[in-house]
Every structure is written in structure tokens, then in C-alpha cells.
């Protein structure tokens, strides 16, 4: 694989020279630059990424971003701002940079990004990664109960999305499995997941701490009988507020997919509410993540 080569534009000498000799132990070729007009007068060296200082005297990081664009609109450019500087970053992001670093930047941060940089590069030949709202479930398509509602009428809702159905132009094979609560205004208030049910029928004192001896003993079989049948048919007029869990995490419809993997691992959560302009759209589920990636795999 061909050296990576990185335009470093910079107007502090030390910082470039310093940048420049970790990069290339790292495997980079490293072109420096100066400022903003020597950067646009070595882009015929033809840099596969871009480290573009935003504060810089004469042509500053923004109209160099403007002018290198103009030159190849494709070229891939990493801001790096100044600690504090929030808002000339997202002006940078708006311009077309790829992304930004705060200085100083940890240089394997840095690494990291030029090579994520320039395997990106030529993203605009690859098919549009899908966005969440790209893949969810509309949220006029997923089962949802109210509040004030029982357990009763919450199951038999539930029992209706295992019957196989359109959604998001994808057959429905294994059904919702869960069913989202609602208050009268259709705001997420709870799910319901068959996990709740199981839970819900669990004697306390299945759960009570024993005592020391008691770890040993097993129950009979005889202990188990009529338990379950029993346990569903108490609870079957309880108020769905008492036994549901909190509403799932939210995430942006216009997020990336792998944003939606990262949260609901790092949540622990199996679906995710999906908001569009600030109000519930849908529901994302690990399925739909699944589905996204049997697609692009095979």
C-alpha cells in the first residue's frame, strides 16, 4: 500500500517540524506548509489529506478550506482549532472539512483520523450510507398502547405485531416483541417487553435474599405447579405504568448507523426511540441494524 501524503498547513514552525517527523515514523509522507497561499500553491504535489491550522495570519483556515474545495472538492480536510474555538469548527464542518482536532491534538488521534480521512475519500463513488430514519420503524407502524391501559389489553396488542406485516418495506418476521406506552398526547412514556411479562409474574420472594443453608435446596416440581398460570391471570388488570419499563434511549433520525450500535451497547438497551425535528418518528431495533448488515455483507 502507497505512503499516505499529508499537507500539513501551519503557520508555527516548531509545531509543523514536530508534526512533521512524528508522521513520517508513523508511515506518512509529510508536505509543509506555512500558510494559507503556500498550501494552495502545493496542492499540485497532489496530498491525499489535508491538516489545515484554522488560525493563521494572512488567508486564514476557513477561506484556504473555501479555496482548496474550489481546487478539488474531494480532498479531505482536518481542521485544527484552538481550545474553546466551538463555533469556527462547525463553520468549518458547514465548508466541507472532514473533520476537526482541538490543539494540541494527541497525535495518534491524529493518525487515526488521516487514515480514516483518506479511506473515506472517495466516498462519494459509494452507495449513501443509510441514515437511522433510512432503516426504522415508523412509529405509525409499531405497537403502541396507553398508559391507563392493562397488562391484558397491552398483551393482546402485542400478540397482533407476531402476525407477519409490511414495515419500512421489509417483512416482519419475528414481530415488535415489545410495545411502546403512550400518554394521551402519543408521547413515549414506556415499553413493554416480553422480558416486563416474564418479570412481572416473579413471586419477591423468588428474589429475597435466603438464608445461608437455603442455597442448596431446590424446589420441587411440585413448588412450580399452577405458579405461572396463577401469576398471569392476578395481573392481568394491572395499569401498565406500574409494570413498564423506561422509554429506551433517543437518537437522532439522521444519525449515523454505527452511532445507534454504539448506544445501544453502551445503554445495554435492544431499540432506540427515533426523533425527527425534536418528536418521536420510530423505533430502531438491534434487528434492523441486523438487517442493515446481512445487506452490505452479502
Given amino acids: 500500500m502507497s505512503q499516505i501524503k499529508v499537507l500539513m498547513v501551519d503557520d508555527e514552525k516548531r509545531f509543523r517540524d514536530t508534526t512533521k517527523k512524528i508522521l513520517n515514523g508513523k508511515g506518512f509522507e509529510t508536505i509543509l506548509a506555512d500558510s494559507g497561499e503556500d498550501a494552495l500553491a502545493k496542492m499540485d504535489q497532489a496530498p491525499d489529506v489535508v491538516i489545515l491550522d484554522i488560525k493563521m495570519p494572512g488567508m486564514d483556515g476557513h477561506e484556504t478550506l473555501a479555496k482548496i474545495k474550489e481546487i478539488n472538492p474531494h480532498l479531505p480536510v482536518i481542521m485544527l482549532t484552538g481550545h474553546g474555538a466551538m463555533p469556527s469548527a ?65 398483551v393482546i396488542r402485542l400478540k397482533r405485531s407476531f402476525i407477519t406485516q409490511m414495515a419500512t418495506s421489509r417483512l416482519m418476521e419475528t414481530g415488535h416483541r415489545s410495545i411502546l406506552v403512550v400518554d394521551s398526547n402519543e408521547q413515549v412514556k414506556g415499553i413493554l417487553t416480553i422480558r416486563d411479562l416474564m418479570e412481572m409474574v416473579m413471586p419477591g420472594y423468588l428474589s429475597a435474599p435466603k438464608p445461608s443453608l437455603a442455597d442448596s435446596i431446590e424446589y420441587s416440581p411440585m413448588f412450580w405447579k399452577g405458579m405461572f398460570t396463577m401469576g398471569i391471570q392476578q395481573m392481568g388488570n394491572t395499569s401498565l405504568s406500574q409494570v413498564m419499563s423506561p422509554s429506551p434511549a433517543s437518537i437522532d433520525g439522521q444519525a449515523n448507523l454505527m452511532e445507534a450500535a454504539y448506544l445501544m451497547l453502551e445503554a445495554n438497551q435492544r431499540r432506540l426511540i427515533v426523533t425527527i425535528s425534536g418528536k418521536t418518528g420510530g423505533i430502531i431495533r438491534e434487528q434492523e441494524l441486523f438487517f442493515e448488515m446481512e445487506r452490505l455483507i452479502i
Fill in 90 to 154: 462547525k463553520e468549518a464542518l458547514a465548508g466541507g472539512a472532514f473533520d476537526y482536532l482541538s490543539k494540541p491534538c494527541d497525535i495518534n488521534l491524529l493518525a487515526e483520523k488521516i487514515k480514516e480521512a483518506h479511506h473515506l475519500k472517495d466516498k462519494n463513488k459509494l452507495p449513501r450510507e443509510r441514515s437511522v430514519a433510512d432503516i426504522m420503524i415508523p412509529i405509525a407502524e409499531y405497537s403502541t398502547i396507553r398508559e391507563d391501559k392493562s397488562v391484558k389489553e397491552a
